[in-house]
């Protein structure tokens, strides 16, 4: 089975689901919802077994291909995983099957909110799996135009899903989100097409000789510093929108507003992971030295995001806007654990991605059950929640506490790496940062008292509490995050040899010899 | 070059002239594609009314077809660089691609033309006017539109001009070029004007574009005169070997260069001689509209590029910072001012002006990357806009094509397949990854920023998304409006549907297998233009 294309198997597999959806009748709305979970289970389950024969020990790319697509362009369809690709695929792969669980029915979908028509069913599901196969290519992809590809070509389902499917501004949004994210592209574009110079150039020039588009070929180059400079902006900014960083987040909370939970939980939990995945693995490891000149201005912008998104989380009145906001907060940190190039920062922060899609996940995924039974969103209308449904209201409370890093749960254990990693180089970030921390626990504890707590509100009487599908759908991932809060280790040790190698191609140490393993032990015991 | 001498020696010394040597073989796809041209005008003198349409379509097809195969022989088999017809024309790799694209897209454009509706009320009787001679509105108009005539007369048109654009890339001498360009155009100032709906935009359209291309006409002309007063030849070659002299006078050089640019950038439609095109492509019939977006665009650029390649290749330094600006404001202005428009087909004809632009950068560019590259973007970008164009001809109300914007609101609800047909062209233009708009736009800037153009490429992808958000916009429409009660019909007649077909699978192929075609353009490029 070592040669075996998984990973091109795993891309390809929702395409044909996508495709069989999209030709099944209309009418069998249930056969379509059926064969699409399918599709996503064996995704799902192929996705695991390949994880579980990673071996942390080996190459840094495993399951890699390689095959000649666009030869005169010297593009390659390359694909392979290291281990931060590898957790994020997983991640990817778990959640679509819960996200369409959470979008079984047509509530689910709309959102709850005015429903102009009845909107087709397999669209629906056959966007969310182009999208999980883009999601996948995303990641596996070692090919920097392949990766571009995936990039923007992931864009369309979501485009299509927040405006067909979302509330009364979709279309606004949906705009605004495209054009954002297609800007940044764009702006990738030009140094993703720069590349191809650069690397035809002799050796002696800081080139290979030969034009490439790989990844693992271009970061043995030696880019004159002012060209890397521009290249890195190129990347950067691209990335910047995508995770998003305060100035150019403004995007993301319409579309979290207008979008339909489901969807949500996959824009927020995994698309957005694109952004600080391609910061670590293109901006650092292509370009080391611009990187490092970067690092003051983008750990400012960090912070900035950190304490800002957190600050406008506390005056939402809408419940998504309020979560798209802490995901604001939440990616400051991956990029302040990113740009701090210590091992416990970027293992944090490596860590920290794949534990905000489970926690931001949950929130939002239980967020849109509480839509689809009070038909609004906003904070105002609930109030006693959890006197009508104690289990929503427990699970909300689990989710919502691994949102403020509680110890135990999961997100604790990276929001921790990333503060020691980051306090060990620079302090004044690390120091200003845990305002952040300070911060979630009001946004989160205040969301929870005035939609959870308090005497029961007229409209909330008579709410049904979770079904045994919702149940099904949110207690995978609050599983995982109460497992992954007490044994963080196994998945640091499949991040731990990525972190290690990108921080030896940007050529920096620890300041203090300390170990990851023995942080990541402190930390995971509460 | 040694023939010509030749021919003025004998002629200087008032000998015999002789007869001059014509490579039949090499140039017979413009021969046979004229030729059905002169067929068709003769079927239109001696066959009967009834039965024109029935001769005309078949042969104009075989005529098409027929010089696709000739030149696809003459490529394949002897891989020709050399010049022919006593040093008129070249046969060479890029022309030879650019013949072959043009021939394909204007078979697909016949595909429209011939199109004469499924009977349906609103589309029987085609998209030209009964009798273009009867005024509109006149019971001269009424009569013949009762009778049911048939303006037959297009398909020698069209052929005439498909000849024209045949020649205007392949022409190696500047009076050549003119004669090819002239050939072109007036058969399409006529056709424009021959709609059969909404008449008088359509007669607007066509004396818009009549004045304005003679103007440029009369412009490329005086150019090539003061060419010829520099170099003392028309040819190419002559006028590139003289600028390499460094001999002659500079100024009648830079003001032919000058005035001969006004001329080719026009039938481009570069920023600022863009102003024909928004008109003509809304009030032209579609199916004419479809031919000059794609085949004379194609046309117009093989003849810049060999222009500038050939004759003006060592004085690149002069106009490479011209050629920067043209391009950048054919970019920037072709996407702005396409977010203002409501009537799709005007739409298309700003998108059409700002991929002009992008073009441009492959033209800068000058090297071979840039010309294959450039080659590519023509051939994918001319089957994605016949495509768009075939699409609007589909959707229509009672006053024939609805092309305003808000009344394809909600098309993706009533025809979930045409609208997300019609979303795939836009994304191409937009130039979404796997689509063929993307390897087009990738493949020129490539070659732009190779040769240190990337401040151009960077203006280009900020206009890509700034045009972006106007083919998002009509996909908001088509997709997240509701559908209006009395909303436009959807009619597609099998032509016309046979053309949508191929020009998506093009865009499809071109973009997610490209790698034929881009070799095709690759190998066609090995020795470039022949001098």
Redesign the interface.
């Known amino acids: 089975m070592s040669d075996f294309p998984w990973l091109s198997v795993l891309i390809a597999l929702p395409l044909v689901g996508a495709f069989i959806v999209g030709v099944l009748p209309r009418e069998r709305e249930t056969l379509v919802k059926q064969t699409a979970l399918g599709v996503s289970l064996v995704v799902g389950a192929l996705a695991l077994v390949m994880a579980a024969r990673f071996d942390t020990g080996g190459a840094r790319f495993q399951f890699d291909e390689k095959y000649?697509?666009?030869?005169?362009?010297g593009v390659h369809w390359a694909v392979g995983v290291d281990g931060i690709a590898l957790t994020l695929i997983v991640l990817s792969v778990i959640l679509v099957p819960l996200v369409m669980l959470a979008s079984w029915s047509e509530d689910d979908r709309s959102g709850g909110v005015d429903v102009?028509?009845k909107r087709s069913v397999k669209t629906y599901f056959a966007l969310l799996l182009t999208l999980e196969a883009a999601m996948i290519g995303v990641f596996a992809a070692t090919d920097v135009f392949l990766f571009?590809?995936f990039f923007?070509?992931m864009?369309?389902p979501v485009?299509?899903i927040i405006?067909?499917y979302g509330g009364a501004q979709?279309?606004y949004a949906?705009?605004k989100f495209?054009?954002y994210s297609?800007?940044g592209g764009?702006?990738m574009?030009?140094a993703v097409?720069?590349l191809?110079?650069l690397s035809s150039k002799s050796t002696a020039d800081g080139g290979l000789g030969h034009g490439t588009f790989m990844f693992d070929e271009l970061s043995r180059m030696n880019i004159d510093p002012t060209t890397a400079k521009w290249l890195f902006l190129g990347f950067f900014i691209a990335f910047a929108i995508k995770a998003p960083m305060v100035p150019v987040h403004t995007w993301l909370p319409d579309a979290a507003q207008q979008s339909p939970a489901g969807a949500l939980v996959l824009i927020v939990g995994v698309l957005d992971k694109v952004g600080t995945y391609g910061m670590m693995r293109f901006c650092l490891e292509l370009f080391p030295g611009a990187a490092k000149w970067a690092t003051p201005v983008v750990l400012g912008f960090a912070v900035l995001s950190i304490i800002y998104g957190a600050v406008l989380a506390i005056g939402q009145v809408d419940l998504k806007r309020l979560v798209a906001y802490t995901s604001v907060s939440h990616f400051g940190f991956i990029v302040l654990g990113i740009f701090a190039m210590t091992s416990q920062g970027q293992s944090g922060a490596a860590l920290y991605m794949v534990n905000h899609g489970f926690s931001t996940g949950a929130l939002f995924l239980l967020v849109g059950f509480m839509i689809v039974r009070r038909r609004s969103a906003r904070i105002g209308d609930y109030g006693g929640v959890q006197k009508a449904a104690p289990v929503l209201a427990g699970t909300f409370l689990v989710a919502g506490l691994s949102g403020l890093s509680l110890p135990g749960l999961a997100p604790f254990v990276s929001e921790f790496l990333v503060i020691v990693g980051t306090f060990s180089r620079y302090r004044w970030a690390a120091v200003l940062a845990v305002s952040g921390v300070v911060l979630a626990a009001i946004y989160i504890l205040w969301m929870y008292q005035r939609t959870m707590g308090g005497p029961k509100a007229p409209e909330v009487e008579g709410m049904k509490d979770l079904t045994a599908r919702e149940k099904w759908a949110v207690a995978p991932i609050i599983a995982i995050i109460v497992a992954m809060g007490f044994f963080p280790q196994p998945v640091l040790d499949v991040i731990n040899p990525t972190v290690k190698q990108t921080l030896a191609r940007v050529d920096r140490h620890d300041p203090a010899p300390k170990t990851t393993g023995n942080v990541a032990e402190n930390g995971a015991r509460p | 070059m040694s023939h010509s001498s030749q021919v003025s020696a004998a002629l200087a010394q008032g000998g015999d002239i002789p007869a001059p040597h014509i490579e039949y073989g090499q140039i017979g796809p413009m021969l046979l594609v004229l030729g059905i041209a002169v067929a068709g005008v003769l079927v239109e003198a001696f066959v009967g009314r009834t039965w024109r349409y029935a001769v005309q379509v078949p042969i104009a097809f075989l005529g098409l077809a027929g010089a696709f195969v000739w030149t696809i022989l003459l490529g394949w088999r002897d891989k020709p660089h050399h010049v022919a017809a006593e040093g008129a024309l070249g046969v060479d790799g890029p022309t030879l691609f650019l013949q072959g694209t043009i021939l394909v897209l204007a078979l697909i454009s016949l595909l429209l033309i011939a199109e004469r509706g499924s009977g349906r009320a609103g589309a029987a009787g085609g998209h030209f006017a009964a009798q273009a001679s009867a005024l509109p509105g006149s019971e001269a108009e009424q009569r013949s539109t009762e009778a049911g005539f048939t303006q037959t007369e297009v398909f020698p048109l069209m052929m005439f001009a498909v000849g024209g654009m045949l020649m205007f890339p392949a022409s190696n001498d500047l009076l050549t070029m003119f004669v090819a360009l002239e050939v072109m155009s007036l058969p399409l100032y006529l056709l424009c004007g021959l709609a059969r709906r909404r008449r008088l935009l359509s007669q607007e359209a066509a004396v818009k574009y009549f004045l304005l291309g003679a103007f440029s006409s009369a412009f490329f002309l005086y150019g090539s005169a003061l060419l010829y007063g520099y170099s003392g030849s028309v040819r190419l070659a002559d006028i590139s070997a003289q600028i390499t002299k460094d001999a002659g006078s500079e100024t009648l050089l830079l003001a032919g260069v000058a005035l001969l640019s006004v001329g080719l950038l026009f039938k481009a439609g570069a920023v600022p001689f863009h102003m024909w095109k928004p008109d003509v492509y809304q009030g032209a019939p579609t199916p004419i509209t479809a031919l000059m977006a794609s085949c004379t665009l194609v046309s117009a650029f093989g003849a810049i590029l060999r222009v500038y390649y050939v004759a003006l290749e060592t004085l690149r330094w002069d106009w490479r910072p011209v050629m920067w600006g043209v391009s950048i404001l054919t970019m920037v202005a072709g996407a702005i001012i396409a977010i203002t428009q409501t009537d799709l087909k005007r739409l298309l004809a700003y998108s059409s002006i700002a991929h002009a632009g992008f073009l441009l950068t492959g033209v800068v560019a000058t090297s071979r990357n840039g010309l294959s590259g450039t080659l590519f973007y023509l051939a994918a970008y001319g089957f994605t806009t016949i495509g768009a164009f075939a699409v609007i001809t589909m959707v229509r109300d009672a006053g024939g094509e609805a092309a305003h914007l808000s009344r394809w609101a909600g098309l993706g609800?009533r025809s979930p397949v045409v609208a997300g047909v019609f979303a795939f062209f836009l994304?191409a233009f937009?130039g979404?990854?796997?689509t063929s708009g993307?390897?087009g736009k990738?493949?020129v800037?490539?070659a732009a920023?190779?040769e240190g153009a990337?401040p151009l490429?960077?203006v280009g992808?900020?206009s890509?998304?700034v045009a972006?958000?106007f083919y998002?916009?009509v996909?908001?429409v088509m997709?997240?409006?509701?559908p209006e009660a009395d909303g436009p019909t959807v009619v597609a007649g099998p032509a016309t549907a046979a053309a949508v077909a191929l020009g998506l699978t093009a865009t499809v192929v071109l973009g997610v297998l490209?790698?034929p075609i881009?070799?095709l353009a690759?190998h066609a490029t090995t020795h470039m233009f022949v001098r």
């Open positions: 000649w697509w666009i030869k005169q362009f102009p028509a571009y590809v923007e070509a864009l369309i485009y299509f405006g067909y979709r279309s949906a705009v495209l054009l297609l800007f764009l702006l574009l030009v097409i720069w191809y110079p | 609800k994304l937009a979404i990854p796997l993307f390897t990738f493949a800037f490539k920023v190779e990337t490429v960077v992808v900020i890509s998304a972006a958000f998002v916009r996909i908001v997709f997240f409006s509701e490209p790698q881009l070799d690759g």
